[in-house]
T-cell receptor, first 109, second 113 residues
Framework: KNEVEQSPQNLTAQEGEFITINCSYS?????LHWLQQHPGGGIVSLFM???GKKKHGRLIATINIQEKHSSLHITASHPRDSAVYIC???????????FGQGTRLTINP | GAGVSQSPSNKVTEKGKDVELRCDPI?????LYWYRQSLGQGLEFLIY????????KSGLPSDRFSAERTGGSVSTLTIQRTQQEDSAVYLC???????????FGSGTRLTVV
């Protein structure tokens, strides 16, 4: 079992829909990252969370430390949101990220 | 520079040859990471440099892989005697502090034929 599990693995939705991507982890962490990887391969860091909730534009990320769970939400989704979204956790006492397998999101016009 | 720069962006090499991949991190970023993403797979940690500390090499898959970071800035990942399973996108990331926000390079797509 991977230390970081994401769901769903693939998600297709229509433009305008509200999107939720989930991340569960089984280890103690000091921080959690949400990353976005575009088809060309470039990776962008979206959020770093250690508690609560963060919002940036149409993106919202939440984390529940007790339940070892985080969600990434996209409101009013747009085709340009199509990408792979990756959850990564910073293990307590470690110096590196452990990655989920990613969620491939496709938003159709 | 403004971002993390990696070169080359694409590299095709023959099995058995050595390759060098370069990463130029954001100026002032003390932490530098190398990751690998094989086709259809998630990101895999390779090696981590933090300031002048000894690097964390725990993710290197074999002794054919090595990396160095000169002067706390540019890093080179070297793969000796390349194998077809080494084909992947090699990504470099840097951050100001270990638990800070990451900036990723665009990666080097390595194809071993």
């Amino acid at each position: 079992k991977n230390e970081v599990e994401q769901s769903p693995q693939n998600l297709t939705a229509q433009e305008g829909e509200f999107i939720t991507i989930n991340c569960s982890y089984s280890v103690g962490i000091s921080a959690l990252h949400w990353l976005q990887q575009h088809p060309g391969g470039g990776i962008v860091s979206l959020f770093m969370l250690s508690s609560g909730k963060k919002k940036h534009g149409r993106l919202i990320a939440t984390i529940n430390i007790q339940e070892k769970h985080s969600s990434l939400h996209i409101t009013a989704s747009h085709p340009r949101d199509s990408a792979v979204y990756i959850c990564a956790v910073f293990l307590q006492g470690a110096q590196k990220l452990v990655f989920g397998q990613g969620t491939r999101l496709t938003i159709n016009p | 520079g403004a971002g993390v720069s990696q070169s080359p962006s694409n590299k095709v090499t023959e099995k058995g040859k050595d390759v060098e991949l370069r990463c130029d991190p954001i100026s002032g970023h003390t932490a530098l990471y190398w990751y690998r993403q094989s086709l259809g797979q998630g990101l895999e940690f390779l090696i981590y440099f933090q300031g002048n500390s000894a690097p964390d090499k725990s993710g290197l898959p074999s002794d054919r892989f090595s990396a160095e970071r000169t002067g706390g800035s540019v890093s080179t990942l070297t793969i000796q005697r390349t194998q077809q399973e080494d084909s992947a996108v090699y990504l470099c990331a840097s951050t100001v502090t270990v638990r800070g926000g990451y900036t990723f390079g665009s990666g080097t797509r390595l194809t071993v034929v």
